[in-house]
């Protein structure tokens, strides 16, 4: 069974950091690339970052570059995002994709809101 677990969400204040976590399970983790997605209050679901399985190709939203980090442990099956120096426009629900040939593969989401 395909398994996708975020956590790390939370309210944080603006200029504050969160780092959340992906736990990966029933697929073969250290093939798949992985994304982070948000979607943020009545908006559309937009991509955040991604990583190739080897963990040295990432590439960022412009919106994120230079406050978030993405990174991977293929021996812990675990996908990270570090959020920096956050905005209240961060304020979103972030989603864990994993994708492995035609396989794309969701977590449930975890809650970052960003405010005072």
């Not at 943020?40 to 991604?50: M, Q, S, Y």
């Not at 980090?69 to 426009?89: A, C, F, G, H, W």
């Not at 961060?90 to 405010?115: E, I, K, R």
């Amino acid at each position: 069974q395909v398994q996708l677990v975020e956590s790390g969400g939370g309210l944080v204040q603006p200029g504050g950091s969160l780092r959340l976590s992906c736990a990966a399970s029933g697929f073969t983790f250290r093939y798949s690339a992985m994304r982070w997605y948000r979607q943020p209050p009545g908006k559309e679901r937009e991509l955040v970052a991604t990583i190739d399985n080897g963990g040295s190709i990432r590439n960022y939203a412009d919106f994120v570059k230079g406050r978030f980090t993405i990174s991977r442990d293929n021996n812990k099956n675990m996908v990270y995002l570090q959020m920096n120096n956050q905005r209240p426009e961060d304020t979103a629900v972030y989603y864990c994709n994993g994708v492995l040939s035609q396989y794309d593969y969701w977590g449930q989401g975890t809650q970052v809101t960003v405010s005072t």
